[in-house]
């Protein structure tokens, strides 16, 4: 079973923005160290104290810091850009680091809507033309313009002799139908979905199929998973996960992931109590041997070509270890 690495850049409380994305090279770093297949990182846009709002700047640092991981954006929200800067700049990175290079591709707005104002004149109008986007952004990368066309006359340079590998990110049916219409392998984020994910998953298969284009249909599976020694210290972990999320709906809240200590001082109501059972559905949290037993069932529903851990947890040496108990869970499946 492959594994990979999907980093959100999240601060701590107690943590400054810079510490967060030092963090983020270590665990890339790790990562690489651990056999991890691949390690990306999101695009956020002020919001709930995640750090990194440009994959791409985030990339050079570790690919530089890292050695054979293939690293990417998961990902770049694309109607905010134009295609040709996005080809130019991750062709610069896949000239810098060779087959190394992801491209992720997402159309959610990753902020709030003054901050997609303050990023797009019509960012709605640009969510329209995301397919069309995803056409010209490939035609880009591979020069697959006719030579009448007008864009046949420019190249986004460097031109590596292996292009970024596309992917497309998403949490439902309609992200996976754009997946099979444009040929893509699909990345479907379960951790933040409320849908079935092996059927969208199964119809995005099938539909690659009847195109003849089985070969392509490679799914990742992003899912949240907290693991720790024991089950005591893992349950432990996740409580400050979950009041960071309940205070995502609390105006004017510190979006920074609070402390296991001020999680188990927090009072929570029986109203987010019940949001917690629904949080717990949709993550693995637990010892080594109750992990693996997640994995293989969820394994069984999705039956994946890989799956893509997002850990998020105040402390960076539980994160760290987290990381590291995983593997040595995947490697013993």
């Not at 990194?52 to 991981?69: D, F, K, Y």
């Not at 996960?241 to 609070?258: A, E, M, N, T, V």
């Not at 993550?283 to 969820?298: A, T």
Request: with cysteine.
């Amino acid at each position: 079973m492959k594994i990979s690495i999907l980093d959100q850049s999240p601060v701590s409380s107690g943590m400054t923005q810079t510490d967060a994305l030092q963090a983020s090279v270590r665990l890339a770093q790790l990562g690489d160290k651990l056999g991890y297949a691949r390690y990306w990182i999101a695009e956020h846009h002020d919001l709930f104290g995640l750090a990194c709002p440009n994959p791409s700047v985030m990339m050079s640092l570790i690919g530089a810091r890292t050695h054979s991981i293939r690293i990417g954006a998961g990902a770049v929200l694309l109607p905010y850009y134009k295609p040709f800067h996005i080809a130019e700049t991750y062709n610069l990175l896949a000239t810098l680091f060779p087959e190394r290079i992801d491209l992720g591709l997402g159309r959610a707005p990753g902020g709030s809507a003054e901050v997609s104002q303050a990023l797009s004149d019509n960012y709605l109008a640009a969510v329209q033309k995301f397919p069309e986007q995803i056409d010209t952004l490939q035609a880009f990368l591979h020069d697959q313009y006719s030579d009448d066309h007008m864009y046949s006359k420019i190249s986004p340079t460097p031109v590596p002799e292996t292009a970024p590998v596309v992917w497309l990110l998403g949490t439902s049916e309609k992200s996976a139908e754009l997946a099979m219409k444009k040929n893509l392998p699909y990345a479907f984020g379960h951790f933040m979905s409320d849908q079935s994910g092996p059927e969208i998953v199964q119809k995005y298969r099938s539909g690659m199929k009847e195109q003849g284009n089985a070969h392509d249909a490679h799914v990742i599976i992003a899912i949240n998973v907290i693991c720790a020694r024991t089950m005591e210290e893992a349950n432990d972990l996740a409580l400050s996960y979950f009041l960071w999320k309940i205070r995502q709906d609390q105006l004017h809240s510190d979006g920074r992931i609070p402390s296991v200590e001020e999680a188990k001082q927090y009072i929570f109501s029986s109203e987010e109590f019940e949001k917690i059972e629904q949080m717990k559905r949709q993550i693995l949290i637990g010892d080594p041997e109750s992990v693996r037993s997640g994995f293989m069932e969820l394994d069984q529903q999705y039956n994946a070509d890989e799956y893509m851990i997002v850990t998020i947890v105040h402390d960076e040496t539980a994160k760290l270890q987290s990381y590291t108990l995983i593997k040595e869970v995947i490697d013993s499946i």
